[in-house]
């Protein structure tokens, strides 16, 4: 039997004196404060149990991680319908690239990258407030994670609130083609507290647990979504998870996985568990670089891999 505990304090002792690498989110002022020098590690296993080392239960903004739940929850919503307003094919570019979605015609290519998600957003607003979507949002992610300590972190919100114009750029590319439903400061509103919830690696990685188990929580029982749309949601995450960086991910991890400039990663082991990484340092396309780099690791000691071990 593997021992995961075992393997994830050797991860880290390796990485240790790494820490630091990259570089962390400065676009978003409350980010930019972040100390780099951290690394959390855990791993939510489909039996129940909870491995983590380093600072795994420190909360952090877990950004587009956030695309994730949000995208889970719109799908309960609206259904297969969802793809009439987001694609689903990776996007070759930036995460916050304004080019494509002009050449097309204001449909994201899919919806992890901000055009995308903003988009998923709206359909959550749908009939709210975006007071209230806000509060289904939370206590979805608490009902998914079985934690009702987990909150959304204000000052971020209030940072990207403050400096996010070319989220409001996508959002009113999207509006002018008749892609936003609602005006585009309540969709943003929705979409800036999002993600700027915080949890832990701990936190992230139990949350993440309905994907790793066929669409629902082994270790409470909570159904969440059919294993084919488990299935289906992993299959975005792989191939649209890391912005411009997916392929490479693929390659290196072979896991399904969702990155967030927050320095987190949250990755999927269908069939076995459910991993959270965070470490704040960014490589160039905007992912934990050293998060990545643990992950790598994990794939190669464990023999995870959805290709084939
Ligand atoms: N809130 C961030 C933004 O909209 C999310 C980007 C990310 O985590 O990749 O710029």
């Not at 934690?147 to 999207?174: C, P």
């Not at 929580?217 to 411009?244: E, F, Q, W």
Request: charged share 20%; hydrophobic share 40%.
């Amino acid at each position: 039997m593997t021992d995961l505990q075992a393997i994830l304090d050797s991860i880290y002792t390796e990485l240790l004196p790494r820490l630091g690498e990259g570089k962390v989110a400065d676009y978003i002022p409350e980010l930019a404060k972040v100390d780099p020098h951290q690394f959390g590690m855990a791993i939510a296993t489909v039996d129940g149990n909870v491995r983590s080392v380093g600072n795994a239960d420190i909360p952090f903004s877990i950004q587009s991680i956030s695309k994730v739940f949000m995208l889970t929850l719109a799908l309960g919503k609206v259904g297969e319908g969802l793809w009439k307003r987001v694609g689903r094919e990776p996007s070759g570019t930036a995460f916050n690239s304004i080019v494509q979605l002009e050449r097309e015609e204001g449909i994201p290519r899919n919806p992890f990258i901000n055009a995308g998600a903003i988009a998923v957003s709206d359909v959550v607003l749908s009939g709210h407030a975006p007071r209230e979507a806000i509060g289904e949002f939370l206590r979805f992610v608490r009902y998914v994670a079985d934690d009702e300590s987990i909150t959304i972190d204000d000052r971020v919100a209030r940072s990207e609130t403050q400096t996010g114009f070319r989220n409001v750029a996508l959002a009113n590319f999207m509006r002018a083609y008749g892609n936003l439903d609602h005006p585009v400061e309540h969709v943003l509103g929705v979409y800036f507290h999002q993600c700027a919830l915080s949890m832990s690696c701990e936190q992230l990685a139990r949350a993440g647990l309905y994907l790793a188990a066929r669409g629902s929580n082994p270790t409470t029982g909570h159904s969440v979504v059919s294993p084919k749309r488990a299935r289906r949601i992993n299959a975005l995450m792989l191939t649209c998870g890391h912005y411009d960086g997916s392929g490479d991910f693929a390659y290196r991890v072979g896991l399904p996985g969702k990155s967030g400039v927050g320095g987190g990663i949250l990755a999927v082991a269908p069939g076995i568990g459910s991993i959270a990484v965070w470490s704040p340092g960014l490589n160039k396309v905007g992912n934990s670089q050293l998060g990545a780099v643990a992950l790598e690791m994990l794939a190669v000691r464990t023999g995870w891999s959805v290709f084939g071990d």
